[in-house]
């Protein structure tokens, strides 16, 4: 299967398609070279596209639920914080 055809199944740009084989994530098993070097993937590389997709999707989510409880997190201190009732006597602050 051309590198066009496999995009379009996978609904990826074909730049996506290179840098997952650049970085190790299309292995060797799923990419055949022809002798003009042209890569000629297997049909099984659609459904693993697919699975690293959602994999990296669920990854994405986690990162994102991860910043917004550091973000509530560091709210709820700052919130603290600004409740504390400071005095500046001299310049030296007194809680």
């Given at each position: 299967m051309k590198t066009s055809e496999v995009a379009q199944r996978a609904d990826l740009p074909i730049?996506?398609?290179?840098?997952?084989?650049?970085?190790g994530l299309i292995t060797e098993e799923y990419v055949l070279r022809e002798e003009n070097n042209y890569r000629n993937?297997?049909?099984?590389i659609i459904t693993y596209l697919k699975d690293e997709q959602t994999?990296?999707?669920?990854?994405k989510i986690a990162e994102i639920?991860?910043?917004?409880?550091?973000?509530?997190?560091s709210k709820q201190s700052l919130y603290q914080l600004l409740k504390m009732d400071?005095?500046?006597e001299d310049?030296?602050?007194k809680h």
């Open positions: 730049s996506t398609l290179r840098y997952y084989e650049k970085i993937y297997v049909p099984e994999l990296i999707i669920t990854a639920e991860d910043a917004q409880k550091n973000l509530e997190a400071i005095t500046c310049g030296f602050g």
